[in-house]
């Protein structure tokens, strides 16, 4: 008998949210179903302690996730940026993510730059049970991606970038007795993005007034159980704009705010459908079919305006992240900020705090995350990210010679 099940730790943020929500119509609780959700947590401390955003920050090695553009208007030459975080430590001690970025800038007018970035996402361990309750295999399902990227100013204030992606997803396994191997799931994806930005003088003061927009893994489904079960990858539409102005000598503080849309269609609700009777089922069947074969580019046009509520559905689909980060001398960094999805849509709302502390060569970023509701399992969330700034790098060494 062929055994395959998907793993589905990876989906417990999700369900555990769901749990929590405060929505009194359960029927109307609908959220965005994709596969490798993991492609959709912020990699790095600085995004994540403003609420998780950073679609028209100042660049930086970890821009790659973000906004991939903006690494045109990098002031560095090159650097590279190591994340880890702890994912669910409250349910479980061996979940993380681990993030490598980084980009370098080339070219005689210091105007492009390419770029690549490695996630790695392991769900612990995992152990499985065999016929009659014997002991099974134990398992260390695991999600990645890679993916390089090129990005170019199109003029002083305008730049553009693309990224194309890699992406493994090892969640099945077979049990052995069935003789049965099988293999993780792939796929390819694209990003591509813009950001500009400007310095208007508001007063006495030269002020920084940026816009980003970045969309993100636009690609091909993941397969599992040798393509039974396709499932949309996290398409995302970022638009963001941030304006930083000084404070004093040495003292500025930024203002962002992230809007999202996932481009993937909603899944038809069984409450759409009289599904008591024969003609409502077969409709509510045929739906459900008709979503599950849809195409990746088909469903980025049809998630606009399928939301079974109608356009106040549309609205509640849409996440947003406000926060701020006060700089001194550009050394030392403090952050905070908020992030908010409907409760009807995965009710994750939380509060992002960080600090950073920089030096020529590296520095060192952390964050915390404090969800509003009490179970959510993303309560007490930590973030680490270390950046080593090549430019820095080289002085230093130069200076010792």
């Given at each position: 008998?062929?055994?395959?099940r998907?793993i589905?730790?990876?989906c417990?943020?999700?369900?555990?949210?769901?749990?929590?929500?405060?929505?009194?119509?359960?029927?109307?609780?609908?959220?965005?179903?994709?596969g490798?959700?993991?492609?959709?947590?912020?990699?790095?401390?600085?995004?994540?302690?403003?609420?998780?955003?950073?679609?028209?920050?100042?660049?930086?090695?970890?821009?790659?996730?973000?906004?991939?553009?903006?690494y045109a208007?990098?002031?560095?030459?090159?650097?590279?940026?190591?994340?880890?975080?702890?994912?669910?430590?409250?349910?479980?001690?061996?979940?993380?993510?681990a993030?490598?970025?980084?980009?370098?800038?080339?070219?005689?007018?210091?105007?492009q730059?390419?770029?690549?970035?490695?996630?790695?996402?392991?769900?612990?361990?995992?152990?499985?049970?065999?016929?009659?309750?014997?002991?099974?295999?134990?398992?260390?399902?695991?999600?990645?991606?890679?993916?390089?990227?090129?990005?170019?100013?199109l003029?002083?204030?305008?730049?553009?970038?693309i990224?194309f992606?890699?992406?493994?997803?090892?969640?099945?396994f077979?049990?052995?007795?069935?003789?049965?191997?099988?293999?993780?799931?792939s796929?390819?994806?694209?990003?591509?993005?813009?950001?500009?930005?400007?310095?208007?003088?508001?007063?006495?003061?030269?002020?920084?007034?940026?816009?980003?927009?970045?969309?993100?893994n636009?690609?091909?489904?993941?397969?599992?159980?040798?393509?039974?079960?396709?499932?949309?990858?996290?398409?995302?539409?970022r638009?963001?704009?941030?304006f930083?102005?000084?404070?004093?000598?040495?003292h500025?503080?930024?203002?962002?705010?992230?809007?999202?849309?996932?481009?993937?269609?909603?899944?038809?609700?069984e409450?759409?459908?009289d599904?008591?009777?024969?003609?409502?089922?077969?409709?509510?069947?045929?739906?459900?079919?008709?979503?599950?074969?849809?195409?990746p580019?088909?469903?980025?046009?049809?998630?606009?305006?399928?939301?079974?509520?109608?356009?106040?559905?549309?609205?509640?689909?849409?996440?947003?992240?406000?926060?701020?980060?006060?700089?001194?001398?550009?050394?030392?960094?403090?952050?905070?900020?908020?992030?908010?999805?409907?409760?009807?849509?995965?009710?994750?709302?939380?509060?992002g705090f960080?600090?950073?502390?920089?030096?020529?060569?590296?520095?060192?970023?952390?964050?915390?995350?404090?969800?509003?509701?009490?179970?959510?399992?993303?309560?007490?969330?930590?973030?680490?990210?270390?950046?080593?700034?090549?430019d820095?790098?080289?002085?230093?060494?130069?200076?010792?010679?």
């Open positions: 008998m062929k055994i395959l998907h589905i730790l990876l417990l943020p999700l369900a555990a949210c769901m749990q929590a929500s405060a929505a009194s119509d359960k029927d109307q609780f609908n959220p965005i179903e994709t490798v959700t993991s492609l959709s947590i912020a990699p790095d401390a600085r995004g994540a302690s403003m609420g998780d955003l950073g679609a028209a920050t100042d660049p930086d090695a970890n821009s790659q996730f973000w906004n991939p553009s903006k208007f990098a002031y560095s030459q090159a650097a590279v940026s190591l994340s880890y975080t702890p994912w669910l430590r409250k349910l479980v001690n061996d979940i993380f993510l993030n490598l970025a980084g980009y370098w800038k080339f070219g005689s007018e210091d105007n730059a390419v770029s690549a970035s490695l996630r790695y996402f392991s769900l612990g361990e995992v152990n499985t049970s065999g016929p009659g309750g014997d002991a099974g295999q134990s398992l260390n399902p695991y999600e990645m991606s890679f993916d390089v990227g090129y990005s170019r100013k003029s002083e204030k305008f730049s553009m970038g990224v992606r890699y992406i493994y997803s090892d969640l099945g077979s049990e052995s007795y069935a003789g049965d191997q099988t293999t993780g799931a796929a390819f994806s694209a990003d591509i993005s813009g950001y500009y930005t400007t310095y208007p003088v508001i007063g006495r003061n030269e002020c920084q007034w940026s816009w980003g927009w970045d969309i993100s636009i690609g091909t489904k993941v397969s599992y159980n040798n393509g039974e079960n396709p499932a949309f990858l996290p398409t995302n539409l638009l963001g704009t941030s930083m102005f000084p404070l004093a000598d040495y500025t503080l930024a203002i962002n705010l992230d809007l999202n849309k996932l481009l993937v269609p909603t899944r038809p609700r409450s759409q459908y599904v008591n009777t024969p003609e409502g089922e077969r409709e509510y069947i045929e739906a459900v079919e008709k979503w599950k074969n849809m195409s580019f088909t469903g980025i046009f049809k998630s606009f305006g399928d939301a079974p509520g109608g356009f106040k559905e549309e609205l509640r689909e849409i996440t947003w992240s406000l926060g701020a980060e006060y700089a001194y001398n550009n050394q030392f960094f403090l952050r905070a900020g908020y992030y908010y999805e409907h409760e009807l849509k995965g009710n994750r709302q939380y509060f960080g600090a950073g502390f920089s030096l020529n060569v590296v520095r060192l970023d952390a964050s915390y995350m404090l969800a509003t509701a009490q179970t959510s399992p993303l309560d007490q969330t930590l973030r680490f990210s270390l950046t080593f700034d090549m820095g790098l080289r002085d230093l060494v130069g200076k010792r010679r």
